[in-house]
């Protein structure tokens, strides 16, 4: 029979474990397949380990994986699912944001033959300044990158065992895993969720992870601001010439110039803040080549259960 692995990163999520545990498995237990849950424990300083470790001698159905300290939500994602075997695995967030409910709907796309099947939310219950930022960054990011990543969708999928295997053939860490679960392709359906709200504790994506996750989502998957820089260069060195040229041909013409010393250093801000925002843009790929080429693990284990 054919068995969903359920991938639940956690960070600090104790008042949840045992909830969404509960969830799922009302949600599934009328369906023909087999369920198993892996809780990744990204260095929580809660009580969540000892809650997994609590449910995982109760049901012989729960994994757990504990990280030696906090690596972040993609890191959690990733140990998920490199330490899973050859299942389709389901990847949600443990604070029951995503509602258990919707994975009869993913399971049907998934029995059409779709191999990716992502939630995508038409709604979320969250503050409207949350909903502005995501919206203005899905904007942007359709815009940016060279593949097309959907707007709206989360790290909640169903993704069927080949496509997962094609994943654990990229030797990068994930540092964007909506940006690559995209850039694998597969046959994909959509499912409308609304996002709920959490239900115990607060997040812990700051809007600092949330902002240099957003960076990592345009420039792990783009070329494109460097063509923006080149695009810019071009455009000004025309502009400055053609600037020059009719300066020239006023002072010869009329014997006075018509730029002044304010044009001048106005000049020089503009251009001083475009070479700044440029050499930013490069360095964002420069930083991101100096973590790569050290290799290093994006997690560290240090105790798993039944895995
Ligand atoms: N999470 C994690 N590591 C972190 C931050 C969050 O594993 O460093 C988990 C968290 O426990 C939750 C999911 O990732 O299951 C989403 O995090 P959160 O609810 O804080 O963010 P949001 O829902 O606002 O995206
Ligand atoms: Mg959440």
């Not at 600090?12 to 545990?21: A, D, M, R």
């Not at 109760?58 to 890191?75: A, C, D, E, M």
């Not at 065992?161 to 990068?172: H, L, N």
Request: hydrophobic letters at 40%.
């Amino acid at each position: 029979m054919e068995t969903f692995k359920i991938i639940l990163p956690c960070h600090n999520e104790e008042e949840n474990i045992n909830v969404i545990h509960k969830k799922v498995c009302e949600e599934t237990k009328n369906l023909d397949y087999l369920f198993e849950f892996t809780f990744v424990d990204d260095g929580s300083t809660d009580d969540t380990w000892k809650k997994i470790e609590e449910l995982s001698k109760n049901f012989k159905h729960i994994n757990g994986i504990s990280l030696s300290r906090n690596f972040g939500h993609q890191s959690a994602i990733q140990a998920g699912i490199e330490l899973s075997n050859d299942d389709s695995l389901i990847i949600m967030d443990a604070d029951l944001q995503d509602n258990p409910k919707y994975i009869r709907e993913f399971i049907k796309e998934w029995e059409k033959g779709y191999q990716v099947v992502l939630a995508k939310r038409i709604d979320r219950d969250e503050n409207f300044f949350r909903k502005i930022i995501f919206s203005i960054f899905f904007n942007i990011q359709k815009k940016l990158t060279d593949i097309d990543i959907p707007k709206d969708v989360g790290h909640f999928s169903l993704i069927d065992k080949e496509v997962i295997k094609e994943m654990k053939r990229f030797p990068e860490n994930f540092t964007y895993f909506n940006g690559l679960r995209t850039y694998l392709g597969f046959k994909t359906a959509y499912v409308d969720v609304i996002k709920e709200k959490r239900l115990y504790g607060n997040a812990t994506m700051t809007y600092r992870k949330l902002f240099s996750l957003g960076l990592n989502g345009i420039f792990s998957f783009s070329s494109k601001p460097i063509n923006f820089i080149a695009l810019l260069g071009f455009t000004i060195s025309i502009g400055s010439l053609l600037v020059s040229a009719y300066s020239l041909f006023h002072k010869f013409r009329y014997g006075t110039t018509i730029l002044g010393w304010t044009f001048g250093l106005s000049s020089i801000y503009f251009l001083s803040g475009i070479q700044l925002l440029s050499l930013s843009i490069i360095g964002q790929y420069i930083g991101r080549i100096f973590v790569d080429i050290k290799r290093r693990p994006s997690y560290i284990i240090s105790k798993t259960l039944n895995t």
